[in-house]
């Protein structure tokens, strides 16, 4: 939208909008977008292995068909979407993208693994051997074990030993964090910062690439782990197109509003426009920016009325 546009609707809201920020108007995070081939199969998968409940389930034309499942593990909300069929086979070769996994949180995290793989889940080729050992994310260091999800996404179960666990709580518990691979934590931490996420650990990881160097970013709780990869691995990442993990939405009171100021703090929108779709009560309203890397953030807005 034109310059003239922009300031011309700061004039018809006032004074109070005019000194806002992006990050006033985010709230946390809504939901991570998976696309799948077999909508049903997916599901079944993450009610079966990882302990998911539907919520809510539509079908829309987008301008084709779209069927679209939306599921939770507590505060982890997933949305599995089905393309119209000739575009099923552009989502069954996807590779991994920029968004590189998604963790849910473990606080007892042996019988957690052992559960999930007692179900039927297979191991990740990242993680061939099970559990490993992050020595140096943190003070204290962090656990994990990834698994293959329904469409090849790489789901990883989490125990940080740098936060302190309620004594007895048991099972997986949602959000543990977000990973998204980038090519510069220069460029990254601003652009994040823009969305109201602030650093709150940071590590590295040595691998045969060299060394990656890690932050961990929060927003309302909602942890992002930014991995600055090196050597061959930045230049995989360069050729990264869509991945299995398609984007993730984060929720604002005012999608319109924060459309506008997206423009204005120099973010790049992938919508020329505000969106709507007929999901929960309401509907919604969302467009999607574009991260440094070529990551996909939806700022998503459920309507009330």
């Not at 310059?3 to 109070?16: F, K, N, T």
């Not at 962090?142 to 990883?156: A, L, M, Q, T």
């Not at 973010?267 to 969106?275: E, F, G, P, R």
Request: proline fraction near 4%.
């Amino acid at each position: 939208m034109p310059r003239a546009d922009y300031s011309a609707r700061r004039v018809l809201l006032g004074e109070a909008e005019t000194h806002m920020k992006l990050s006033e108007l985010i709230q946390g995070v809504g939901h991570l977008g998976i696309p799948v081939c077999h909508i049903g199969e997916a599901a079944l998968w993450y009610e079966q292995k990882l302990g998911f409940e539907k919520m809510q389930e539509a079908s829309v034309f987008y301008p084709e068909r779209l069927d679209m499942l939306f599921l939770r593990q507590k505060n982890l909300v997933i949305e599995l979407f089905q393309p119209a069929p000739h575009l099923l086979k552009g989502i069954a070769e996807r590779g991994t993208g920029v968004i590189d996994h998604f963790a849910l949180d473990a606080p007892d995290f042996q019988p957690c693994a052992e559960s999930v793989y007692k179900k039927g889940a297979n191991l990740h080729v990242s993680t061939p051997k099970g559990c490993v050992f992050y020595e140096h994310l943190g003070k204290k260091g962090v656990r994990g074990i990834n698994f293959e999800g329904p469409n090849g996404e790489v789901v990883e179960l989490c125990h940080d030993y740098n936060r302190e666990y309620d004594s007895g709580l048991t099972g997986l518990q949602g959000w543990s964090h977000l990973a998204v691979k980038i090519s510069s934590l220069k460029r990254s931490l601003p652009f994040y910062e823009k969305l109201g996420f602030q650093k709150v650990m940071e590590g590295y990881l040595d691998t045969e690439e060299g060394r990656f160097q890690i932050v961990f970013v929060e927003n309302h709780g909602f942890v992002l782990e930014l991995i600055q990869v090196t050597g061959a691995a930045l230049a995989e990442l360069k050729q990264r197109g869509e991945g299995r993990l398609d984007h993730i939405a984060l929720d604002v009171k005012d999608a319109r509003q924060a459309f506008y100021l997206c423009r204005a703090e120099g973010l790049q929108a992938a919508d020329t426009t505000v969106k709507e779709l007929p999901v929960f009560s309401h509907g919604v309203r969302y467009f999607t920016i574009v991260g440094p890397d070529g990551e996909k953030i939806e700022l998503n807005e459920q309507k009330t009325w």
